[in-house]
């Protein structure tokens, strides 16, 4: 349509191919294709027709039967592509590959298929099944409104993919669980691709040109340039990829043809087309404008007169004014301080180790039950077998065992003198266990599970009377609930993120976003499976890159767990208990040694840091926590359980599970705990550590109590202030003396045997972190080398449009041998190793730059362990004689540090100095920071309502150096040194043979382009040669 004709893309060709003089430009208006017949329609000999809205594909196909002219895109193969399912089999039976997909068509709305099986987590289509996240696309082709399912152990809801709005291209609902049943859709598996799409464009099967961009996926916010234009950046394309896009083209015989590529890493690297688009171009690149004019000539002259030479000269017949380059007030920016050079050291990777943010107290309730409901319960889901455990944790189960707790436990307590404390203690255990399962605004699958574990069996007949079996009677019910991750420990994660954007790279100052969009920050993110910690990395993540929305999306594109190398305590545990054996004793026999006696080195004592006064702190600890378990049980009892109670059928909805992102001041103002925990769930929290503290029948503290106290009180008292309970303060500041000694000293009493512990804790992390540092060293070693022997040098704008046509394209437009094969020879020299920006078209400084970044969230223990291998590695005797890698005023201050709170982290970072040749030593320096994560001195200070935040969050502590200032700690010393404690390299599981580049775009990025997905037009080429005027 005319619009179409007169869009900038097209304008820019046809004046291209204007240019050249070869060619008179002949262009259909919408009159003449609407109400004309077509045998009226102007001659010419090459026709460019494709289908939008509106456009009579059937009369184009009449008039190319009719006139014969050439075809740039084909017009029966069109039909295809409003049939995503075809699309799809068309691609398959041409060797492309695609997502793992199933059909569900329907003739009617809402029609019953049984065929198609929907459950909390996953569908199945004739058998096959597929796990959310699962995509959901309508069959049709030109309905653009696509779903994304999410599954209840990151939050569930759905995201809505739609043609972009403004600025938004996506939309999230939390509360949407099921499929789509009106019409017919394609199901296929969600691909993770780090929240990048990318985009290419055909002109001819032998040039690909890609463009990248953000993902609507991640938070559904397009970013523009100052233009309004999508932010884009073109990227190198492998050579399968080119492959596939030569494919996409003789599979459709549509020669411009544009089509969406999802580069992802599934246990290997590998692409995947997801759409077709038809005819497409890209925007604003002058670059692509000229190769596409130059491919279309050529195409034109070749088939309608291959007499005349279809060499592209080497001057350019047209004259168009490139995009300016970034003012030099951009490229400054871009290195992080206007008008000042680069240094010679160059930021080349940044590693975090980061701990979760603020969280609630985690818990876990034990009882023994014997109630037949709940025993067929664990039988129903066990599969029937007598001595099989199982744990429940789908929103199916749970449901399940909360309607059995509410016909088995009446909300409110009997009162019955005749209960035994065995019954009342049955029976609260039972009311805690209905209260957690009906807190349906703050837990979820990833925050509660129910153990079921047969304990004893009697024997009974037979269904069919032939002998006996056995039948359980008993079991050992285990709820493991809390820990969830807070408004204020989200806040402190986004917060700690857009600290690291604008602090830890400080090349880059605030261009970080403008490095990560261009393709040259390879990001990854990593969490253990604990949701808290999740939830913490896709927190960070959105602060990082400036993102916005909710965080479900966020975590399922951005975040990967590795639990194996950040979950558990592992082959640390029996190292643990013994030092907490040993702990133990010191604390309860006042064993500490040196506490009067000052010593040169104070953390090489055993127990350094325990209380000299600690049998007498452990009193007071018991004392004072049995007043505020006093106190909340009475605010328990005084509950108006009425207003609690919903209905008997509500269904808790694991959505809210996640937390709020803002503090709930209704329940503050109401007197309510903070949060969602009730006041019996608050209660049974402080008994069971009253309870656990001190055994009355054996006289004996148990000292690993200690910080989980600690934790409680920590947490009413920067929560639950308002609650005002007597004595919390206090019991605040004698459980931090305790935990300062015990907390450290859990992972081993003197410094060997923190060593020994650490190491085997964090062995594959540490093992994995010096994979990541060997890495860069190696790509920017090789890239180096490539460079100085092809004596790269940085071209001028202006040099480049004077070069050789051919030279310039002679990536995308491929070898005229390859034009006329099946395929393109793969060989050692077209190796993918990674996803690169394309130099030519990026306009950018320094494409080939990269910075890699490694993020790791995990829990307190890693994060203790790998610092007491950092700062204690030289103890050990292969490296006797060697000094700490952390500084003696770093060892002093770690000392006193004593805990590593929320939001606690280890930063290295590697840089290059490129001064000094490739194989000096110092060529690559190790810098080591900590910070001590929230700053809870507001609390120390009495803990006051009037001084605490209003919002609950913590300022998290800024990073500490861990060497002195000027000190040089080079890779291989830093190898040297911790290679003893971490897993070989040969012991991780291969990898694959190219890893895909996560890439996210961000706000301030500067440069751009954004393709239009369907443009429609029709016009001809008419040669003005006097054969073809004869």
């Not at 709305?109 to 696309?137: A, S, T």
């Not at 590693?351 to 009882?367: C, E, N, W, Y």
């Not at 049955?426 to 153990?451: D, N, P, T």
Request: aromatic letters at 8%; glycine letters at 6%; hydrophobic letters at 35%.
């Amino acid at each position: 349509m005319e619009k179409k004709v007169s869009c900038s893309p097209m304008e820019q060709i046809l004046e291209r191919l204007r240019a050249f003089g070869e060619f008179e430009i002949i262009i259909f208006g919408d009159e003449v294709i609407l109400q004309d017949p077509v045998e009226s329609w102007p001659l010419c000999d090459c026709l460019i027709a494709f289908y939008s809205s509106g456009y009579p594909l059937e009369k184009a196909e009449k008039y190319a039967t009719l006139r014969r002219p050439f075809l740039v895109n084909e017009l029966p193969p069109q039909y295809l592509l409003h049939d995503r399912s075809k699309v799809y089999q068309q691609l398959k039976l041409y060797g492309v590959p695609v997502p793992t997909y199933a059909v569900v068509r329907r003739e009617y709305p809402n029609q019953e298929l049984n065929y198609f099986v929907e459950e909390d987590d996953f569908i199945e289509i004739h058998g096959k099944r597929f796990c959310k996240p699962f995509v959901e696309k309508p069959i049709d082709g030109d309905d653009h409104n696509i779903m994304i399912y999410y599954p209840s152990s990151a939050g569930g809801g759905m995201k809505e993919l739609f043609r972009k709005v403004g600025n938004r291209s996506s939309e999230f609902y939390p509360e949407v669980r099921k499929a789509r049943r009106d019409r017919s859709y394609i199901y296929e598996e969600f691909m993770p691709t780090g929240g990048t799409d990318v985009k290419v464009y055909t002109v001819g099967p032998g040039y690909a040109h890609a463009e990248a961009r953000k993902s609507p996926v991640v938070d559904g916010v397009v970013m523009r340039n100052s233009d309004g234009k999508e932010v884009r950046y073109p990227v190198l394309l492998t050579p399968s990829e080119k492959q596939i896009a030569r494919s996409v083209s003789q599979a459709f015989r549509q020669a411009v043809c544009g089509f969406d590529l999802l580069r992802c890493d599934l246990g290997e690297a590998r692409s995947y087309v997801c759409d077709v688009n038809g005819w497409s171009f890209v925007k604003s690149s002058y670059k692509y404008y000229d190769d596409a004019a130059c491919i279309l000539r050529k195409m034109f002259l070749d088939e309608k007169a291959p007499h005349i030479s279809s060499t592209i000269p080497t001057s350019l017949p047209w004259k168009v004014s490139e995009a300016t380059q970034p003012s030099d007030l951009v490229r400054c920016h871009e290195r992080g301080t206007v008008g000042i050079s680069r240094p010679s050291e160059e930021l080349r990777c940044v590693i975090a180790v980061i701990r979760h943010g603020d969280r609630t107290p985690k818990q876990k309730v034990k009882l023994k039950v014997t109630e037949e409901k709940l025993l067929k319960l664990m039988l129903k889901y066990n599969g029937g077998k007598a001595h099989s455990e199982v744990k429940l944790k789908s929103a199916l189960q749970l449901q399940d065992l909360l309607d059995a707790t509410r016909i088995l436990v009446p909300r409110a307590r009997s009162g019955r003198e005749s209960d035994s404390d065995v019954e009342v203690e049955h029976a609260e255990k039972l009311r805690q266990v209905r209260a957690v399962l009906e807190e349906g605004g703050h837990f979820s699958g990833i925050y509660r599970k129910v153990h079921l574990k047969p304990s004893n069996w009697v024997r009974i007949p037979k269904d069919n009377r032939e002998g006996e079996e056995e039948y359980p009677v008993e079991a050992l019910m285990v709820l493991k609930y809390g820990g969830v991750l807070t408004h204020a420990g989200r806040k402190q994660a986004e917060e700690l993120g857009r600290y690291f954007r604008n602090n830890m790279y400080p090349s880059e100052g605030p261009g970080l976003l403008r490095l990560h969009s261009t393709y040259r920050h390879d990001l990854k993110i990593y969490s253990s499976d604990e949701g808290r910690v999740q939830m913490s990395a896709a927190a960070f993540a959105k602060g990082l890159l400036d993102l916005e929305g909710e965080l479900t999306p966020i975590l399922v594109s951005l975040v990967s767990k590795d639990s194996s190398m950040l979950d558990g305590l592992q082959d640390g545990a029996v190292g643990i208990n013994e030092a907490k054996a040993q702990l133990h004793d010191i604390i309860t026999s006042s064993k500490t040694a040196n506490f009067n006696e000052p010593v040169e080195f104070p953390w090489m004592v055993d127990g350094a840091g325990v209380p000299k006064n600690a049998v007498q702190l452990l009193t007071n600890l018991a004392e004072l926590t049995k007043q505020i378990t006093a106190q909340v049980k009475m605010l328990s009892d005084d509950e108006d359980e009425k207003a609690a109670i919903d209905s008997p059928n509500h269904h808790y909805d694991q959505a809210k599970a996640l937390g709020k992102a803002e503090i709930d001041m209704d329940r503050i103002s109401a007197g309510l705990p903070c949060g969602c925990e009730s006041f019996l769930l608050m209660f049974a929290r402080w008994k069971k550590l009253e309870r656990d503290l001190y055994n009355e029948r054996k006289k004996r503290f148990d000292t690993t109590q200690i910080p989980d106290i600690y934790d409680s009180c920590k947490y009413d008292l920067l929560h639950n202030s308002h609650l005002n309970l007597t004595g919390l303060s206090d019991l605040f500041k004698v459980s931090q003396l305790l935990a300062d000694g015990v907390i450290p000293n859990e992972y081993g009493i003197n410094p060997k045997q923190k060593l020994k512990i650490g190491s085997k804790i964090a062995r594959r992390l540490l093992g994995k972190i010096l994979i990541d540092l060997h890495n860069t060293r190696q790509e920017v070693t090789a890239a180096a080398e490539s460079n100085a022997y092809n004596g790269t040098k940085a071209v001028p704008s202006s040099k480049r449009k004077e070069m050789c046509y051919y030279e310039e394209v002679r990536n995308e437009y491929f070898e005229k041998s390859i034009y006329n094969n099946n395929s393109v020879d793969l060989d050692d020299s077209h190796k993918e190793t990674k996803y690169c920006l394309d130099p030519k078209y990026a306009n950018v400084v320094e494409p080939e730059r990269r910075v890699r970044t490694r993020l790791y969230f995990t829990s307190e223990s890693h994060i203790h362990s790998l610092m007491n291998v950092l700062r204690y590695c030289n103890l050990d005797e292969s490296l006797n004689g060697e000094e700490s890698l952390v500084c003696r005023s770093s060892l002093d201050r770690l000392f006193k540090t004593q805990e590593l709170d929320y939001m606690s982290y280890i930063v290295l970072r590697m840089f290059e100095n490129t001064e000094v040749p490739l194989e000096h030593p110092k060529r690559f320096r190790i810098e080591m920071t900590f910070s001590r994560g929230a700053d809870i001195s507001t609390l120390e200070s009495g803990g006051k309502a009037s001084l605490l935040p209003d919002d609950h969050t913590m300022p998290i502590m800024e990073p500490e150096r861990l060497q002195e200032v000027g000190s040089y700690i080079t890779l291989d010393k830093f190898d040297k040194m911790t290679r003893p404690f971490a897993m070989p390299a040969e012991d991780f599981p291969p990898a694959a043979p190219c890893q895909p580049l996560p890439v996210r775009f961000c706000k301030d990025t500067l440069q751009g382009g954004r393709l239009q997905h369907k443009s429609d037009m029709l016009g001809g080429t008419k040669r003005k040669t006097k054969k073809l005027q004869e």
